[in-house]
């Protein structure tokens, strides 16, 4: 049984739970643009080509780059599609589209064990670093992240590593009172600094989860590595293993700007984990895929709405359905 079948399978168990059936819908509803323009591309595809040839697979090609999946990608995956279909001696075309879905999910799991799970540290406080350029949904992010463990009933900080930006100290702290966190926050000195005297206030007040908003200056990166070095040392010496988890946050929107961004954050820091913002407001969902393959590193949130609830766990399962669900 390929992955398309089993997808059918999982999806009808997720169903009968109630909190699964709310996530799918919020994949549902957040991947229906792409859906929209992806998919009903792909049908219109098995449409004018009845049996797989050469032209098809150069239509496929096109509109999986279109998609944003990005062009190595693609590549790669034209690749292994074409081997299947030879292998697999495959000359349907609706069949091929299973085919397909088959191969996108193979290309995110790479068999490999996957998980969007938080790295959860054994004693008190788990520190998330947040990084990304400013302009992606960095503060908003976290914003959504503490509401989602207060919820949880996890006792939370904000602390304001970006010291210098104007009005970002002030920003972050409205955020902290929205969602009932504790907040730790200076202007205008060193950054390292003020998150050391938050992670104090931190361990003295019990909190769980301590999440650190960092400054965005990309277009330095010597200085941004510096920082996020000194950040990084301040952190460990004062939580032995700290930071648990560093997350970099990208607009789902710019497309292979973002791409370029993770590159870029990756050879400055060990980012563990992508946070996607503003999925639902793109067609190019394929996004997905693209940085997955271009970084090595996983998605673990996905922005799927405006809503506080909205910043989602990633899950591929979900993802591939709410890609494909008129398919299925």
Do not use: C
Not at 20 to 31: A, F, P, R, S, V
Not at 71 to 82: G, I, S
Not at 221 to 234: G, H, T, Y
């Amino acid at each position: 049984m390929g992955f398309f079948d089993k997808l059918k399978n999982i999806v009808k168990k997720k169903e009968q739970k109630e909190t699964d059936k709310q996530e799918i819908k919020k994949y549902d509803k957040g991947l229906e643009k792409t859906r929209d323009e992806f998919v009903s591309k792909l049908n219109v595809l098995g449409i004018k080509y009845t049996k797989v040839n050469e032209e098809y697979f150069e239509e496929l090609e096109n509109l999986l780059i279109m998609a944003d999946i990005g062009v190595k990608t693609v590549m790669d995956f034209m690749d292994r599609l074409r081997k299947r279909v030879k292998s697999e001696n495959i000359s349907d075309t609706e069949y091929l589209k299973e085919v397909i879905v088959d191969e996108l999910f193979i290309i995110y799991v790479n068999n490999e064990s996957i998980t969007s799970k938080i790295n959860m540290a054994d004693t008190k406080p788990t520190v998330i670093l947040v990084v990304g350029v400013n302009g992606v949904g960095k503060t908003t992010s976290i914003a959504k992240l503490a509401y989602k463990y207060q919820r949880e009933g996890k006792k939370v900080m904000l602390i304001a590593g970006d010291t210098f930006r104007a009005g970002a100290v002030e920003q972050l702290k409205i955020w902290a009172d929205r969602t009932n966190s504790l907040f730790y926050g200076k202007e205008n000195i060193d950054p390292a600094g003020v998150i050391y005297d938050g992670l104090v206030e931190a361990k003295k007040n019990a909190v769980d989860i301590v999440l650190i908003d960092t400054a965005g200056r990309l277009h330095n990166k010597v200085n941004l590595m510096k920082e996020l070095e000194k950040i990084n040392k301040v952190i460990g010496t004062h939580i032995p293993g700290a930071p648990h988890e560093t997350l970099l946050v990208i607009d789902a929107t710019t497309g292979q700007n973002g791409i370029m961004q993770a590159q870029a954050f990756k050879e400055i820091t060990n980012i563990t984990g992508i946070v996607l913002t503003k999925l639902d407001g793109t067609a190019k969902g394929g996004i997905v895929l693209a940085i997955k393959e271009a970084v090595n590193i996983p998605v673990k949130f996905v922005g799927l709405g405006e809503k506080m609830t909205d910043l989602t766990t990633f899950d591929i399962e979900n993802y591939i359905y709410g890609l494909f669900k008129d398919m299925i």
